[in-house]
């Protein structure tokens, strides 16, 4: 396949249809709610590892740091193969790293050894992440396979974390690992499913390296990094508000429920808001959410920075991964872009970790914004530059990068 310039073209499709269709879905929301489940529960591990294992906050956030991290090596490692192999093969793998490194979680004691198997975790988290955006990419209507996975998903995860909250309180805090190597071993049976998307139709021809897709890889790191010094110690946040644990969980665990909002109406939106407006509100929406989460002081400012942080963040991901879909339906722009987005929160949860210990909550509120803004005002200009080049080329109109 090409990697210059050029036109994606995509051969015709075949429609999946009544028990595939819905096996395949059922696939990709279990793909989308895996792959995130690691990050969505980051701040019941880092209160784990604080509260079971007596970690500071700084080492708490070396362990996010490095679980992250390799969720976007794993992404990264693998996306150069996400053609040639079966993604129920990969997600497979993937799901056999997370369980036994969360066993293996449960049962540690040396801190050296949690660092070890916390990138044990993040490699399989990145492996089912890779595998389940390279099948959604090659769907007949990506846009619309990418909402339902991430509605799905959040779905899932709305479930697995009130159970993961049911667990800890009877297994102690560390239960919460052995709970996760659970979930990943029964996922397996889910990923059967991506079989029914074997015949879906490739992209004959690709091209991703532009200044598009590297605006795209900015702006998505960019917040990443802001947003995510934020939501990785949301729980603490609630803790030093003196919130109760359980209030706590259950304002998380709505959290995530709310953000299906986010999903439901980048869906309704669709193509009927220009992409532009949709992801620059997405952006300042994020920085502000998380600005409002880290200052917060009182519970109504706690749930609301909660909420609107998971509806931001969704409405934000549907559109980058469609975008990142238009850029390459062949799903390796999507799955790079996935990969540094999660490279980009483990060093934001990093970052947040040393401003927590050295200054306050509202440092890593401020950081998020000016993340969001940085990342919006360097990549969008080229990124928009290129979908609207797309847009033209696929309509049939002839166009040069020199027209814009």
Not at 112 to 137: D, K, Q, R
Not at 259 to 281: C, E, S
Not at 372 to 379: D, Q, R
């Amino acid at each position: 396949m090409s990697l210059s310039g050029g036109v994606d073209i995509r051969s015709e499709p075949h429609p999946l249809k009544g028990l595939e269709q819905l096996l395949f879905l059922i696939a990709v929301c279990t793909g989308c709610a895996l792959s995130h489940m690691g990050t969505s529960t980051m701040p019941f591990q880092i209160g784990a590892l604080v509260d079971g294992s007596h970690r500071s906050a700084g080492e708490a956030g070396l362990f996010a740091f490095l679980e992250i991290g390799a969720v976007s090596a794993g992404m990264m490692l693998i996306s150069p193969w996400v053609g040639r192999f079966s993604a129920r093969i990969i997600a497979m793998v993937g799901c056999a790293l997370t369980a036994v490194a969360n066993v293996g979680l449960y049962g540690s004691g040396s801190f050296p050894v949690e660092l070890t198997l916390a990138i044990g975790a993040g490699l399989g988290y990145g492996f089912i992440f890779a595998a389940t955006v390279s099948a959604a990419a090659v769907a007949p209507d990506p846009d619309r396979a990418y909402a339902i996975g991430c509605g799905g998903g959040l779905l899932i995860v709305v479930g697995l974390m009130m159970v993961l909250a049911m667990l800890g309180a009877r297994w102690g805090p560390l239960g919460l690992f052995a709970a996760l190597a659970i979930m990943s071993l029964l996922s397996v049976l889910c990923f059967f499913g991506f079989e029914a998307g074997k015949n879906l139709a490739e992209p004959t021809l690709t091209a991703w390296r532009i200044p598009g897709c590297l605006g795209l890889l900015f702006s998505w790191t960019a917040a990443s990094i802001g947003t995510s010094a934020v939501y990785a110690f949301s729980e603490r946040v609630g803790h030093a508000i003196q919130l109760p644990p359980s209030q706590i969980a259950t304002v998380l665990s709505l959290g995530v429920f709310i953000g299906l909002l986010g999903t439901v109406i980048a869906a309704v939106l669709g193509k009927r808001v220009n992409r532009t407006a949709a992801l620059l509100m997405g952006m300042l929406g994020s920085g502000g959410a998380c600005l409002l989460l880290a200052c917060a002081t009182t519970l109504s400012m706690y749930v609301a920075g909660v909420f609107l942080y998971w509806i931001f963040y969704m409405f934000l991901y549907a559109y980058f991964l469609g975008t990142a879909a238009l850029l390459d339906p062949a799903g390796r722009v999507g799955t790079l872009a996935g990969g540094l987005e999660r490279m980009g929160y483990a060093v934001g949860a990093g970052v947040g970790g040393y401003l927590t210990d050295h200054a306050s909550y509202a440092s890593i509120g401020f950081l998020a914004i000016g993340s969001c803004v940085l990342g919006a005002a360097v990549g969008f200009p080229s990124l928009f530059r290129e979908v609207t080049r797309r847009k033209l080329l696929i309509t049939g109109l002839k166009v040069s990068f020199a027209d814009f």
